[in-house]
Structures are given as structure tokens and as C-alpha cells.
């Protein structure tokens, strides 16, 4: 299998390259002065959604498809990941990227990488 790194990561999936930089450019907007700033609050939120279909244990899922309004509620059940349904739903890896895409290096690459462009925190409740 190949080995995780940038610089094939980004180009094997350039949405993270343009995540890469949309982070980037965003945390520019927190002014050095800023004296209230959460780093975990605004990746968890903001960034680690995009990042989980795109690379790890959550690539390859489909994503769900929009109901039209009116459609009847559907109850919340656990049952289709305890008896594996969940894993039938998964689109096979085609070939050795992908293997890499979804492994657990991969991902902490990718978060790293990108929780290292945030400014540190400062006076929130993670501190």
C-alpha cells in the first residue's frame, strides 16, 4: 500500500488541497488582538466535517440524498450499524489511492496538517 503524505493526498484528492487552503486563508481573519478564540470549537464545527467524507474510515460512504419537504419522519435507530448494514452501504476501494485515502494515517495527516494552520486558543473553556 502506499504510504500517506501531502503531497499525494492533495493531489490524489484535490478537495483537501483546496481545504488546505480555504483554512488558511480563513484563520486570517482572527486578528492577533482577538482576545476570545476557540481553535477546537472552530475545526470541529467548521473544518472536520468536510475532512471525514473525504479522507479515513468515512470515505466511500455515499452521501445521503435530500427529502422533499413533507416526507413522513423516520425514527433514529442504531440497528443498520450493530448488524453491519452500514459497511454494505460502503463503495469498494478500486484501487491502491483509495486504500490510502481511507486509512487512519491518512486521516490524522490531513488533520494535523490542518488544525496546525489555526492560531492558538485564547480565554475559551478548552483551556
Known sequence: ???ANWEIIA?????LADLDRLVQQAVQGV???DTRWCAN???HSSIKPFIRHFVGWG????TQEARPPGDSWKPITFDHYLNG???KLRR????????MLRTPDAYDLVYERLYAHLPGCRSCSCM
Do not use: W
Open 1 to 3: 500500500m502506499i504510504a
Open 11 to 15: 493531489k490524489v484528492e484535490p478537495r
Open 31 to 33: 486578528a492577533d488582538d
Open 41 to 43: 470549537s472552530f475545526f
Open 59 to 62: 470515505r466511500g460512504y455515499p
Open 85 to 87: 448494514e452500514e459497511d
Open 92 to 99: 469498494p476501494a478500486t484501487n491502491e489511492f483509495e486504500e
